[in-house]
């Protein structure tokens, strides 16, 4: 747009020039009046075309223009589009305020004395609101004047207070470290971190062969701990199994024991049972004998001339004095 208006400008300039040229051989006033006329009005255009060369300007997206008026910062901060400044004592000077991208690469020693070496991207952006002042004090050289070295310092300065082997594995905790060294020096000079990444991380032959030597003695240290546990839970199993084969074996023995108990019991009881019956026989019987051999025996005892008479049982029988007077001796 400004460009076009400038265009604009010359190009009148450039026609009045034509058109005065033609009005001096063509017109009828004099020619010494002529060329003074067209003079003057050359001279008007001219300067009004180089005003406006000088005094408009655009600030494109995403810059900023610092506003000098005769070589120094004014304070004043024009904002993207087109601006007007006094001509000739004032001009803009832009700088670009989005986010830029650094890479640079730090040689530092760990805190075991490790030598390491470091790729660090810094994405940063100047801030809006400071261009006067960044300008002022590093105009645009401050990559190479504070960038630069403020990334260098950082990394040494944390990568001290870590050893080798920390800074593999708490890369994340190291990164934040690094960000706020730089965010705290950086940001005193109008400058906003927006991330730090580190790219790479490399270090001696001889401790990455220590490393790695590390990796595979830790990988078969956990092979053997995974072993161990796998022996171990085998073992267990096995036990829990010839625990419960044991308890089984208790239960059945206690079981074969009761029944054995009950078996014999029962037995015991039946014996006891027959015993009694039979001893119960043998009194009864026992009687009887008695009965029958006393009576036997009575029977025997008697005097040869006492018959012995037989009688139905429930007989009832009684002697005649005929009987008794024919056995009477």
């Avoid at 171990?232 to 059945?252: D, F, H, P, S, T």
Wanted: proline fraction near 2%; avoid cysteine; charge should be negative.
């Amino acid at each position: 747009m400004v460009i076009f208006i400038q265009i604009i400008i010359w190009v009148l300039f450039i026609i009045s020039l034509v058109a005065g040229g033609a009005y001096i051989f063509i017109g009828d006033v004099k020619k010494t009046n002529k060329i003074v006329l067209i003079a003057f009005t050359a001279f008007i255009l001219f300067v009004v075309a180089l005003t406006s060369t000088v005094s408009i300007g655009q600030v494109e997206a995403g810059e900023r223009g610092v506003v000098l008026k005769w070589g120094a910062v004014t304070g004043e901060t024009k904002g993207e589009g087109i601006y007007f400044v006094t001509p000739f004592a004032q001009r803009v000077h832009t700088m670009s305020v989005q986010t830029e991208a650094y890479e640079a690469a730090a040689s530092a020693a760990s805190k075991d004395l490790q030598d390491v070496q470091t790729v660090v991207t810094l994405n940063f952006s100047l801030d809006p609101g400071r261009v006067n002042e960044t300008y002022q004090e590093l105009r645009d050289d401050y990559v190479v004047r504070i960038i630069k070295p403020g990334v260098q310092e950082a990394v040494k300065a944390v990568t001290a207070k870590y050893d080798a082997e920390q800074l593999i594995a708490e890369r994340p905790a190291v990164k934040e470290a690094i960000q706020t060294v730089l965010t705290t020096r950086l940001g005193q000079h109008g400058m906003i971190i927006d991330t730090v990444n580190i790219t790479d991380f490399q270090f001696s032959s001889s401790f990455t062969a220590s490393i790695e030597a590390k990796v595979v003695a830790d990988q078969r240290a956990k092979e053997a701990e995974n072993k161990l546990k796998q022996i171990e839970v085998e073992a267990r199993q096995a036990k829990q199994y010839a625990e419960g084969q044991a308890k089984a074996l208790i239960e059945q023995a206690e079981g074969d024991k009761q029944a054995a108990i009950t078996r014999a019991q029962g037995e015991a009881k039946a014996i006891l049972e027959v015993a009694t019956a039979q001893a119960e026989a043998n009194n009864m019987l026992n009687v009887t004998i008695t009965d029958i051999l006393n009576e036997y025996n009575l029977v025997n005892n008697l005097s040869p001339g006492i018959n012995t008479i037989i009688l139905p049982s429930g007989s009832e029988f009684i002697l005649g004095p005929e009987v008794l007077s024919d056995h009477t001796p």
